[in-house]
T-cell receptor, first 115, second 111 residues
Framework: KAGVTQTPRYLIKTRGQQVTLSCSPI?????VSWYQQTPGQGLQFLFE???????NKGNFPGRFSGRQFSNSRSEMNVSTLELGDSALYLC??????????????FGPGTRLLVL | DQQVKQNSPSLSVQEGRISILNCDYT??????FLWYKKYPAEGPTFLIS?????DKNEDGRFTVFLNKSAKHLSLHIVPSQPGDSAVYFC??????????FGTGTSLTVIP
């Protein structure tokens, strides 16, 4: 079974631009979560989507948004990029069966550099 | 507020010895805990998990211990191998599917 895929793997943008990152979950997984990883900060939770609805949201400004499609694929958008948005953005998927304890499986990440 | 903490940023261990990575959490509602391993330029790879109804879970060379009263979990790797050198993250979740991650511990296994 194919793992979580993320595109693009690397991206360079300038301040003020916007960017869209894509994530395809493991087949059959219905939940997709997004994380930002910066040096020394660990993985900071951005948001989680399930059945095309945002179910959980982390403490990030409204410039960060996402969506999920009917096939569970997800996109994340960052508008008005700032230098501090330079990070590794990770997507994780899980089965999300009701009442279950989940294991999230991660993609390789998208490395974003904002100049 | 960091609900999951890994207070040791780095750890060095001789090959063949035991590696012990520690993690503390503050939220008593967490009931599922996981450890991930991460190599540079790759996403985290799931290693092992434990539910709050258990205090120990083993998978080969990896054992996770959970002390609920102390809100502490640890990952033991025995014996440690050079290929285990990576950053290890612990994560915790409660109701819902939101996970909280620690800041990671960089393990170096010296041949």
């Amino acid at each position: 079974k194919a793992g979580v895929t993320q595109t693009p793997r690397y991206l360079i943008k300038t301040r003020g631009q916007q960017v869209t990152l894509s994530c395809s979950p493991i087949s059959g997984h219905r939940s997709v979560s997004w994380y930002q990883q910066t040096p020394g900060q660990g993985l900071q939770f951005l948001f989680e989507y399930f059945s095309e609805t945002q179910r959980n949201k982390g403490n990030f400004p409204g410039r960060f948004s996402g969506r999920q499609f009917s096939n569970s694929r997800s996109e994340m958008n960052v508008s008005t990029l700032e230098l501090g948005d330079s990070a590794l953005y990770l997507c994780a998927s899980s089965l999300a069966f009701p009442g279950g304890q989940e294991t999230q499986y991660f993609g390789p990440g998208t490395r974003l550099l904002v100049l | 507020d960091q609900q999951v903490k890994q207070n040791s940023p780095s750890l060095s261990v001789q090959e063949g010895r035991i590696s012990i990575l520690n993690c503390d959490y503050t939220n008593s509602m967490f009931d599922y805990f996981l450890w991930y391993k991460k190599y540079p330029a790759e996403g985290p790879t799931f290693l092992i998990s434990i539910s709050s109804i258990k205090d120990k879970n083993e998978d080969g060379r990896f054992t996770v211990f959970l002390n609920k009263s102390a809100k502490h979990l640890s990952l033991h790797i025995v014996p440690s191998q050079p290929g285990d050198s990576a950053v290890y993250f612990c994560a915790a979740s409660g109701a819902g599917n939101q996970f909280y991650f620690g800041t990671g511990t960089s393990l170096t296994v010296i041949p």
